[in-house]
C-alpha cells in the first residue's frame, strides 16, 4: 500500500483522469476526498468505491476554498487535477474564453494552494502535483491558444512553490499528458466532427495520428503517475515536469 495513511485531495474527481487518480490513491490505501462540481457523478463514484469521500466544491471559489480547507486540516497530497479545453487560435479567442480558461485552469490552483498550504506545511511530508499538459511552454499545439497559456503558468506556479517550500516539507510536480481518452475528449472531437462537418470518427482518427506511439493515453495511465508523485517513492522529485505523452514532445 503506497499511499496508506496519506489522505489525499484531488480536484476535478467525477470523470477522466480525476476520477481514475481517486481509485488508484484508493487502491492504495489512501484516505481520498474527491471533489467535483459534478456531484452526480460524485456520487457514482462513491457507489464504486465506498471508502472515497466526496465533496462538492467549485475550484474558482476562492471562499469556497477557504472553507474547504477549514474542514479538512489534514492533507498530505493535493491533486489539482481541473482543467478546461477552450479550443481556438488567438483570433477564435474572445475574453470570455481567456478569462474562464485562466479562472478554472490557473486561479483554481491558486486558490487551493493557498488555502491548503497550513495543512500540506502541518503534514512535513506533503506532496503537490499539479495537471498541466504537453500543450504548454513544452510543445506547441494548434488551435490551443489560451489552453496552452493557462497550462504553462501552471509549470510556473510548480517551480515557484517548489522553490519556496523545499525546506519545509512540500513537494510540488507537475504531470504534462498527450491526448488522454476521457469524456471531455469526446465532447470535444464531437464539436470538432460539427464543426467542421466530419464524422466523430475521422477526427478521432486525427487525435490518434498526432500521437506517435499510434495510440491515445489511458487515464489509469496517468493515474499511475500521480500515484508515484503522490508517494514518498517520489521524495527526491520537486519543480519536475512529468511527460507522459506517448512521445508526442520527443
Ligand atoms: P474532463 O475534462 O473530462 O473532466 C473535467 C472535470 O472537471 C469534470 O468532472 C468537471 O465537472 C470538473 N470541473 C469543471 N469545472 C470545475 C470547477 N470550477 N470546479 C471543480 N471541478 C470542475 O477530465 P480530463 O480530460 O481527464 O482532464 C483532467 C485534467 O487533465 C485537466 O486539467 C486537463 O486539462 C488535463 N489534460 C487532459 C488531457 C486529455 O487529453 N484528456 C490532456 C492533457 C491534460
Known amino acids: 500500500m503506497r499511499l496508506a495513511n496519506k489522505t489525499c485531495v484531488i480536484t476535478a474527481a467525477a470523470q477522466g483522469i480525476g476520477r481514475a487518480t481517486a481509485l488508484a490513491f484508493a487502491r492504495q490505501g489512501a484516505t481520498v476526498i474527491a471533489t467535483d462540481i459534478d456531484f452526480a457523478q460524485l456520487e457514482q463514484l462513491k457507489a464504486e468505491c465506498e471508502q472515497i469521500q466526496i465533496e462538492f466544491l467549485d475550484v ?12 479538512y486540516k489534514d492533507v498530505d497530497v493535493l491533486f489539482n487535477c481541473v482543467g478546461w479545453v477552450a479550443a481556438g487560435s488567438i483570433y477564435e479567442c474572445d475574453e470570455n474564453d481567456w478569462e474562464k480558461s485562466f479562472k478554472i485552469n490557473v486561479d483554481s490552483m491558486y486558490y487551493m494552494i493557498q488555502s491548503l498550504l497550513p495543512a500540506l506545511l502541518k503534514s512535513g ?45 512540500v513537494r510540488c510536480n507537475a504531470i504534462c ?49 500521480a500515484v508515484y508523485l503522490a508517494s514518498d517513492e517520489s521524495g527526491f522529485s520537486t519543480g519536475t515536469f512529468n511527460m507522459i505523452d506517448g512521445g508526442w514532445s520527443n
Not at 503558468?153 to 525546506?167: E, Q, S
Request: charged share 20%; glycine share 6%; no cysteine.
Open 60 to 71: 474558482t471559489d476562492k471562499q469556497k476554498t477557504q472553507d474547504f480547507a477549514n474542514k
Open 125 to 169: 511530508n506533503a506532496s503537490i502535483i499539479n495537471m498541466s499538459s504537453a500543450a504548454s511552454s513544452i510543445k506547441g499545439v494548434a488551435n490551443r491558444f489560451a489552453y496552452s497559456a493557462t497550462k504553462a503558468a501552471v509549470l510556473g506556479i510548480t517551480k515557484a512553490i517548489a522553490a519556496d517550500y523545499i525546506t519545509q516539507g
Open 177 to 225: 499528458p498527450g491526448t488522454v481518452d476521457s469524456p471531455s475528449l469526446h465532447q470535444r472531437i464531437a464539436a470538432q466532427a460539427e464543426q467542421e462537418k466530419r464524422s466523430v470518427s475521422d477526427i478521432y482518427q486525427q487525435f490518434v495520428a498526432r500521437q506517435p506511439m499510434g495510440r491515445i493515453g489511458k487515464a489509469e495511465e496517468i493515474a499511475a503517475l
